[in-house]
């Protein structure tokens, strides 16, 4: 059972304009989320993440929202650029065993010139 | 950012053959992840270590072993490789348990 989902296989966006990216979670136990942008053939590299205790953190034009009562998650890109087009991988940590990562499918953007 | 590397970036072998993926990392992280990705899909544990000599299994069954001998080193191992087990594996380590860095990846093919 996927515990971390995201929706949308695509998106793609008009350079310049706002990016959204969503995820929603399942387990009320995931304490730490993040976000992963990867190119292919190539491995994740880490963007930007946010811990359940914040709704909000921003690192220049990426921010990352959390509304833990909808078991939600978003990653703003404002303004995108075409070098932001790559798979975008929503992950969400457990607070206990492993403290591994439980990935979404990722979400594939494109930004047009 | 961590430094962690994977070989062979890409592997084509037939059924039966051994075989073993490397990753390390210089960045002296205690903990390190084994993730199996097929195209298209999430990302998911097969192993994970908090420190030498430790290992565990991830949520992912993997018919591979891993071992910590070394900080710094976290090898996969296939005893005999399979056609089902073509998929890409990532490497992670990680200082605190927050944020895991990535390797490039290694691509697995069995013929």
């Known amino acids: 059972d996927q515990q971390v989902k995201q929706n949308s296989p695509s998106l793609s966006v008009q350079e310049g304009r706002i990016s959204i990216l969503n995820c929603d979670y399942t387990n009320s136990m995931f304490d730490y989320f993040l976000w992963y942008k990867k190119y292919p053939a190539e491995g994740p590299t880490f963007l930007i993440s946010?811990?359940?205790?914040?709704d909000k953190n921003e690192d220049g034009r990426f921010t990352v929202f959390l509304n833990k009562s909808a078991k939600h998650l978003s990653l703003h890109i404002v303004p995108s650029q075409p070098g932001d087009s790559a798979v975008y991988f929503c992950?969400?940590?457990?607070?206990?065993?492993?403290?591994?990562?439980?990935f979404g499918t990722g979400t594939r953007l494109t930004v047009i010139p | 950012e961590a430094d962690i590397y994977q070989t062979p970036r890409y592997l084509v072998i037939g059924t039966g053959k051994k075989i073993t993926l490397e990753c390390s990392q210089t960045m002296g992280h205690d903990k390190m992840y084994w993730y199996q990705q097929d195209p298209g899909m999430e990302l998911h544990l097969i192993h994970y270590s908090y420190g030498v000599n430790s290992t565990e299994k991830g949520d992912l069954s993997s018919e591979s072993t891993v071992s910590r001998i070394r900080t710094e080193h976290f090898p996969l191992t296939l005893e005999s490789a399979r056609p089902s087990h073509t998929s890409q594996y990532l490497c992670?380590?990680?200082?605190?348990?927050?944020?895991?860095?990535f390797g490039p990846g290694t691509r697995l093919t069995v013929l």
């Open positions: 992950a969400a940590r457990a607070q206990t065993g492993a403290n591994n990562l439980f």
């Open positions: 992670a380590s990680s200082l605190s348990g927050d944020t895991q860095y």
């Open positions: 946010i811990s359940s205790i914040k």
